[in-house]
């Protein structure tokens, strides 16, 4: 009998600084947490784990896949400015993956997976265009670290795992002289990884024009769990503390992508 379980956990939060208008640069700060965790299991296992177990820190539930505003600022630009924005962010992702086998069983296989996505906007405040950010604005399916969201929406990947766990057993056949005989034991496998680090990526909105524009910085966290067989699986990604600089800056005549 095959039984899913899901857990679809999302938080989000945000703190942010230096929202007055600059001519020059601005900043904002993350202090929250959010994430995601996936669980599907086979074995009838009892998986306790919560985001909040998982990741340490203060949470508040919001809707899991998709992309929140984590940091944003305000700031003025002149005529023929373009906007560089620099947000830093630490991340994590978790995976467990469980396999049980017994000879002749049959394959069981857990899979496990989660990712962290990142992008920035520019909002016109006087017209409310919404422009997003190169490389960003670049992407397409297929160009490695481009990842869409549920709705189509690209993001880059800050970080990603897959983690699979397959196992068969063949039967054991047992021969004492001129007797055979088979044997029955079982076989669990259980593999868990757990990683923590800071990336930071530069986004760039070209020439976006004289006005006070809003930068956003949005990330996204998402997560899946499979088994076939007796099996458990469990994905998990979140993001926490992070950064964002925003600076305004005067490229070379003729400057394109």
């Known amino acids: 009998m095959y039984r899913r379980i899901l857990f679809g956990i999302g938080v989000f939060a945000c703190a942010a600084f230096a929202q007055n208008a600059s001519s020059k640069a601005t900043a904002a700060i993350n202090t929250a947490v959010g ?3 996936q669980t599907s299991t086979t074995m009838g296992d009892t998986v306790p784990q919560t985001c909040h177990d998982v990741f340490s820190g203060a949470s508040v539930p919001v809707t899991p896949d998709n992309f929140a505003t984590i940091m944003s ?3 003025k630009v002149s005529n023929s400015q373009s906007l560089f924005v620099s947000p830093s ?5 978790y995976t467990q993956t469980k396999v049980k086998s017994s000879p002749g069983g049959g394959q069981s296989s857990a899979t496990a997976s989660g990712g962290v996505y990142l992008r920035a906007i520019v909002t016109n405040q006087a017209t409310g265009a919404v422009t997003i950010a190169y490389p960003v ?5 297929g160009i490695l670290g481009c990842q869409a969201d549920q709705n189509g929406n690209f993001g880059v990947t800050l ?3 897959v983690q699979q766990l397959t196992q ?3 039967n054991c056949v047992v021969t004492v002289g001129s007797s055979t005989g088979s044997c029955t034991f079982d076989l669990t496998t259980d593999l868990l990884l757990k990683t923590t680090s800071a990336h930071t990526f530069n986004f760039i ?3 976006v ?3 006070t524009y809003t930068v956003a910085v949005q990330a996204a966290v998402n997560a899946d769990a499979i088994t076939s067989g007796l099996a458990t699986a469990v994905g998990g990604a979140a993001y926490g503390l992070g950064s964002l600089t925003v600076e305004s800056v005067r490229l070379v005549n003729g400057f394109s992508f």
């Open 35 to 37: 994430c995601t965790l």
């Open 73 to 75: 600022s305000t700031i």
């Open 89 to 93: 962010l630490v991340t994590g992702l």
């Open 137 to 141: 604005a670049s992407c397409a399916a």
């Open 159 to 161: 970080d990603a795992r």
């Open 168 to 170: 068969d057993i063949s």
């Open 205 to 207: 909105f070209p020439s």
């Open 209 to 211: 024009g004289v006005g």
